[in-house]
Protein backbone atom coordinates (compact mmCIF):
# COMPACT_ATOMS: atom_id res chain seq x y z
CA UNK A 1 0.00 0.00 0.00
CA UNK A 2 2.84 2.66 0.50
CA UNK A 3 4.79 1.32 -2.98
CA UNK A 4 6.05 4.24 -5.11
CA UNK A 5 5.33 6.60 -1.67
CA UNK A 6 9.06 5.66 -0.60
CA UNK A 7 9.96 9.74 -1.20
CA UNK A 8 7.17 10.51 1.30
CA UNK A 9 6.81 7.92 3.63
CA UNK A 10 8.57 7.35 7.33
CA UNK A 11 7.53 3.69 8.57
CA UNK A 12 8.33 3.18 12.05
CA UNK A 13 8.13 -0.87 12.93
CA UNK A 14 7.10 -0.40 16.06
CA UNK A 15 3.54 1.36 14.77
CA UNK A 16 1.06 -1.01 13.80
CA UNK A 17 -0.12 -0.99 10.08
CA UNK A 18 -2.82 1.10 10.74
CA UNK A 19 -1.09 3.31 12.30
CA UNK A 20 1.09 4.11 10.17
CA UNK A 21 -1.85 4.22 7.33
CA UNK A 22 -3.28 7.33 9.44
CA UNK A 23 0.10 9.07 9.90
CA UNK A 24 1.53 8.77 6.36
CA UNK A 25 -1.42 8.74 4.18
CA UNK A 26 -4.89 10.09 6.10
CA UNK A 27 -3.22 12.68 8.06
CA UNK A 28 -1.18 14.00 4.52
CA UNK A 29 -4.19 13.75 2.21
CA UNK A 30 -4.26 17.21 1.24
CA UNK A 31 -0.52 16.85 0.51
CA UNK A 32 -0.91 13.42 -1.47
CA UNK A 33 -3.56 14.69 -3.29
CA UNK A 34 -1.98 18.26 -4.47
CA UNK A 35 1.15 17.45 -4.19
CA UNK A 36 1.61 13.75 -5.36
CA UNK A 37 -1.10 12.74 -7.31
CA UNK A 38 -0.95 14.23 -10.97
CA UNK A 39 -3.57 16.61 -11.59
CA UNK A 40 -5.28 14.82 -14.40
CA UNK A 41 -6.44 12.57 -11.58
CA UNK A 42 -8.94 14.58 -10.22
CA UNK A 43 -10.97 14.82 -13.57
CA UNK A 44 -14.07 13.43 -13.20
CA UNK A 45 -13.78 10.68 -16.14
CA UNK A 46 -10.02 9.97 -14.99
CA UNK A 47 -11.39 9.54 -11.10
CA UNK A 48 -14.26 7.18 -12.92
CA UNK A 49 -11.67 5.01 -14.66
CA UNK A 50 -9.09 5.02 -11.76
CA UNK A 51 -11.96 4.04 -9.17
CA UNK A 52 -13.19 1.23 -12.04
CA UNK A 53 -9.85 -0.59 -12.16
CA UNK A 54 -9.17 -0.13 -8.44
CA UNK A 55 -12.71 -2.59 -7.79
CA UNK A 56 -13.07 -4.25 -10.98
CA UNK A 57 -11.22 -7.55 -12.33
CA UNK A 58 -9.25 -5.12 -14.56
CA UNK A 59 -10.32 -6.44 -17.96
CA UNK A 60 -10.67 -3.19 -20.59
CA UNK A 61 -14.49 -3.64 -21.36
CA UNK A 62 -15.68 -4.49 -17.56
CA UNK A 63 -12.91 -1.06 -16.88
CA UNK A 64 -14.99 0.71 -18.82
CA UNK A 65 -18.35 -0.27 -18.07
CA UNK A 66 -18.01 0.23 -14.60
CA UNK A 67 -16.82 3.55 -15.35
CA UNK A 68 -19.95 4.47 -17.23
CA UNK A 69 -17.64 5.29 -20.31
CA UNK A 70 -17.74 5.24 -23.92
CA UNK A 71 -15.02 3.11 -25.82
CA UNK A 72 -13.92 6.47 -27.21
CA UNK A 73 -13.58 8.35 -23.90
CA UNK A 74 -12.30 5.31 -22.20
CA UNK A 75 -9.66 4.63 -24.44
CA UNK A 76 -8.61 8.53 -24.20
CA UNK A 77 -8.94 8.46 -20.62
CA UNK A 78 -6.58 5.29 -20.32
CA UNK A 79 -4.21 7.27 -22.69
CA UNK A 80 -3.95 10.34 -20.70
CA UNK A 81 -3.64 8.28 -17.32
CA UNK A 82 -1.02 6.13 -18.75
CA UNK A 83 1.15 9.04 -19.75
CA UNK A 84 0.88 10.43 -16.53
CA UNK A 85 2.25 7.16 -14.97
CA UNK A 86 -0.55 5.75 -13.22
CA UNK A 87 -1.85 3.18 -15.35
CA UNK A 88 -0.47 0.23 -17.90
CA UNK A 89 -1.69 -2.69 -19.86
CA UNK A 90 -0.96 -6.10 -18.94
CA UNK A 91 -1.93 -8.25 -22.48
CA UNK A 92 -3.34 -11.09 -22.59
CA UNK A 93 -1.59 -14.24 -23.66
CA UNK A 94 -4.73 -16.44 -24.85
CA UNK A 95 -4.52 -17.28 -27.99
CA UNK A 96 -7.83 -18.85 -30.06
CA UNK A 97 -7.15 -21.58 -32.48
CA UNK A 98 -6.65 -21.02 -35.99
CA UNK A 99 -9.20 -22.94 -37.90
CA UNK A 100 -8.23 -24.96 -40.61
CA UNK A 101 -8.44 -23.96 -44.37
CA UNK A 102 -11.79 -24.03 -45.35
CA UNK A 103 -13.37 -24.32 -41.67
CA UNK A 104 -15.07 -21.92 -39.66
CA UNK A 105 -14.25 -20.96 -36.04
CA UNK A 106 -16.32 -22.64 -33.01
CA UNK A 107 -19.24 -21.16 -32.31
CA UNK A 108 -18.73 -20.59 -29.24
CA UNK A 109 -15.41 -18.34 -30.73
CA UNK A 110 -16.77 -16.32 -32.96
CA UNK A 111 -17.98 -13.52 -30.86
CA UNK A 112 -15.17 -13.71 -28.49
CA UNK A 113 -12.67 -10.78 -28.04
CA UNK A 114 -9.20 -11.58 -26.65
CA UNK A 115 -9.36 -8.55 -23.51
CA UNK A 116 -6.22 -7.08 -22.16
CA UNK A 117 -6.34 -5.69 -18.39
CA UNK A 118 -5.54 -2.63 -16.95
CA UNK A 119 -3.88 -2.07 -14.04
CA UNK A 120 -2.21 0.42 -11.78
CA UNK A 121 1.91 1.20 -11.93
CA UNK A 122 2.23 0.90 -7.82
CA UNK A 123 0.52 -0.33 -5.21
CA UNK A 124 -0.31 3.04 -3.50
CA UNK A 125 -2.62 4.49 -6.30
CA UNK A 126 -4.66 0.77 -6.27
CA UNK A 127 -5.09 1.58 -2.11
CA UNK A 128 -5.70 4.84 -2.49
CA UNK A 129 -8.72 4.72 -5.44
CA UNK A 130 -9.67 1.28 -2.94
CA UNK A 131 -10.07 2.83 0.00
CA UNK A 132 -8.85 6.59 -0.23
CA UNK A 133 -10.77 7.99 -2.93
CA UNK A 134 -14.86 6.54 -2.11
CA UNK A 135 -14.26 8.28 1.72
CA UNK A 136 -12.38 11.49 0.37
CA UNK A 137 -15.24 13.80 1.74
CA UNK A 138 -14.84 12.39 5.50
CA UNK A 139 -11.12 11.88 5.73
CA UNK A 140 -10.40 15.95 4.49
CA UNK A 141 -12.13 16.73 7.64
CA UNK A 142 -10.60 14.66 9.78
CA UNK A 143 -13.87 12.28 9.92
CA UNK A 144 -11.49 8.41 9.30
CA UNK A 145 -14.54 5.89 11.01
CA UNK A 146 -16.13 4.91 7.20
CA UNK A 147 -12.63 4.45 5.88
CA UNK A 148 -11.02 1.94 8.45
CA UNK A 149 -14.85 -0.21 8.26
CA UNK A 150 -14.51 -0.78 4.40
CA UNK A 151 -10.57 -1.15 5.18
CA UNK A 152 -11.18 -4.25 7.72
CA UNK A 153 -13.86 -5.61 5.15
CA UNK A 154 -11.61 -5.31 2.47
CA UNK A 155 -8.00 -5.49 3.05
CA UNK A 156 -7.19 -8.93 2.41
CA UNK A 157 -8.67 -9.14 -0.94
CA UNK A 158 -7.08 -5.94 -1.27
CA UNK A 159 -3.47 -7.81 -0.42
CA UNK A 160 -3.98 -10.83 -1.92
CA UNK A 161 -3.09 -9.23 -5.23
CA UNK A 162 0.16 -7.88 -3.74
CA UNK A 163 0.45 -12.05 -2.62
CA UNK A 164 0.09 -12.85 -6.43
CA UNK A 165 3.04 -10.75 -7.16
CA UNK A 166 5.47 -11.78 -4.83
CA UNK A 167 4.48 -15.23 -5.71
CA UNK A 168 5.83 -14.58 -9.40
CA UNK A 169 9.27 -12.72 -8.03
CA UNK A 170 9.70 -16.24 -5.60
CA UNK A 171 9.04 -18.79 -8.58
CA UNK A 172 11.18 -16.60 -10.88
CA UNK A 173 14.00 -16.95 -7.89
CA UNK A 174 13.07 -20.61 -7.59
CA UNK A 175 13.54 -21.35 -10.94
CA UNK A 176 16.35 -19.00 -12.30
CA UNK A 177 19.56 -20.81 -10.83
CA UNK A 178 19.26 -24.11 -13.38
CA UNK A 179 16.31 -22.78 -15.55
CA UNK A 180 15.49 -19.38 -15.61
CA UNK A 181 11.76 -17.74 -16.36
CA UNK A 182 11.27 -16.58 -19.47
CA UNK A 183 7.69 -15.10 -18.89
CA UNK A 184 5.33 -14.82 -15.87
CA UNK A 185 2.63 -13.14 -14.47
CA UNK A 186 -1.08 -13.82 -14.01
CA UNK A 187 -3.09 -15.65 -17.07
CA UNK A 188 -6.82 -15.64 -18.17
CA UNK A 189 -8.61 -17.07 -20.69
CA UNK A 190 -12.62 -17.43 -22.07
CA UNK A 191 -12.88 -19.94 -19.47
CA UNK A 192 -10.61 -19.28 -16.57
CA UNK A 193 -8.19 -16.96 -14.82
CA UNK A 194 -5.15 -18.08 -13.46
CA UNK A 195 -3.46 -16.30 -10.38
CA UNK A 196 0.67 -17.43 -11.99
CA UNK A 197 1.48 -19.05 -15.03
CA UNK A 198 5.35 -18.57 -15.87
CA UNK A 199 7.22 -20.69 -18.49
CA UNK A 200 10.94 -21.68 -18.50
CA UNK A 201 13.41 -21.21 -21.22
CA UNK A 202 13.36 -25.06 -21.64
CA UNK A 203 9.69 -24.49 -22.31
CA UNK A 204 8.56 -25.85 -18.81
CA UNK A 205 5.60 -24.54 -17.83
CA UNK A 206 3.98 -23.54 -14.60
CA UNK A 207 0.34 -23.21 -13.06
CA UNK A 208 0.21 -21.47 -9.70
CA UNK A 209 -2.63 -20.72 -7.21
CA UNK A 210 -2.33 -18.04 -4.87
CA UNK A 211 -4.63 -18.17 -0.94
CA UNK A 212 -4.03 -15.40 1.41
CA UNK A 213 -7.19 -16.75 3.89
CA UNK A 214 -7.19 -18.04 7.03
CA UNK A 215 -7.22 -21.80 6.61
CA UNK A 216 -4.67 -24.18 5.03
CA UNK A 217 -4.49 -25.36 1.95
CA UNK A 218 -6.00 -29.12 1.21
CA UNK A 219 -5.57 -31.34 -1.18
CA UNK A 220 -8.59 -30.50 -3.07
CA UNK A 221 -7.43 -26.92 -4.47
CA UNK A 222 -4.77 -29.36 -6.77
CA UNK A 223 -7.68 -31.13 -7.89
CA UNK A 224 -10.01 -27.69 -9.00
CA UNK A 225 -5.96 -26.23 -10.26
CA UNK A 226 -6.09 -29.34 -12.71
CA UNK A 227 -9.35 -29.10 -13.93
CA UNK A 228 -9.38 -25.64 -14.70
CA UNK A 229 -5.76 -26.78 -16.68
CA UNK A 230 -7.90 -29.53 -18.82
CA UNK A 231 -10.64 -26.85 -19.50
CA UNK A 232 -8.39 -24.35 -20.38
CA UNK A 233 -6.17 -26.79 -22.30
CA UNK A 234 -3.10 -26.36 -20.38
CA UNK A 235 -0.26 -28.78 -19.58
CA UNK A 236 1.58 -27.77 -17.29
CA UNK A 237 5.37 -29.07 -15.60
CA UNK A 238 4.28 -28.27 -12.19
CA UNK A 239 1.79 -26.83 -10.39
CA UNK A 240 2.86 -24.18 -7.40
CA UNK A 241 0.63 -23.52 -4.34
CA UNK A 242 1.21 -20.57 -2.44
CA UNK A 243 -0.28 -19.97 1.06
CA UNK A 244 -0.50 -17.79 3.92
CA UNK A 245 -1.61 -20.17 6.08
CA UNK A 246 0.41 -23.19 5.15
CA UNK A 247 -1.08 -26.53 4.12
CA UNK A 248 -3.02 -29.75 4.87
CA UNK A 249 -0.44 -32.94 6.34
CA UNK A 250 -1.78 -34.81 3.12
CA UNK A 251 -0.24 -31.80 1.06
CA UNK A 252 2.87 -31.69 3.20
CA UNK A 253 3.70 -35.39 2.82
CA UNK A 254 3.22 -35.57 -0.94
CA UNK A 255 6.17 -37.15 -2.51
CA UNK A 256 4.44 -35.74 -6.21
CA UNK A 257 7.55 -33.92 -8.09
CA UNK A 258 5.19 -31.79 -9.79
CA UNK A 259 3.77 -30.03 -6.58
CA UNK A 260 5.47 -27.37 -5.28
CA UNK A 261 4.09 -25.71 -2.16
CA UNK A 262 4.98 -22.49 -0.52
CA UNK A 263 4.45 -20.71 2.55
CA UNK A 264 5.07 -17.70 4.37
CA UNK A 265 8.53 -18.91 5.35
CA UNK A 266 9.84 -18.58 1.86
CA UNK A 267 9.01 -15.67 0.45
CA UNK A 268 11.83 -14.73 3.23
CA UNK A 269 14.33 -15.55 0.41
CA UNK A 270 13.36 -12.97 -1.54
CA UNK A 271 14.82 -10.18 0.92
CA UNK A 272 17.94 -11.63 0.70
Request: net charge positive.
Amino acid sequence: MFGGLEKYVTLNFSDTLYESIRINILDQYGFLKTKVLPPLSGENESRRMLRAVAVSDGKTINVLRRASLSRTQGYGTYNALRQAGMLHKEQSRESLPTPKPGQKRKKEERGYTIQSKIKFTNPFYRFWYTFVEPHAEEIEIGSYEKFYENLDASLDRFVSFTFEDLSNALIKQTFDANDPVSEKGNYWDRHNEFDLLAKTENNRVIIGECKWKGHKVCKSLVSKLKSKCERSGLKPDFYALFSKSGFSKELKSSNDPSLLCFDLNDFEKLLA
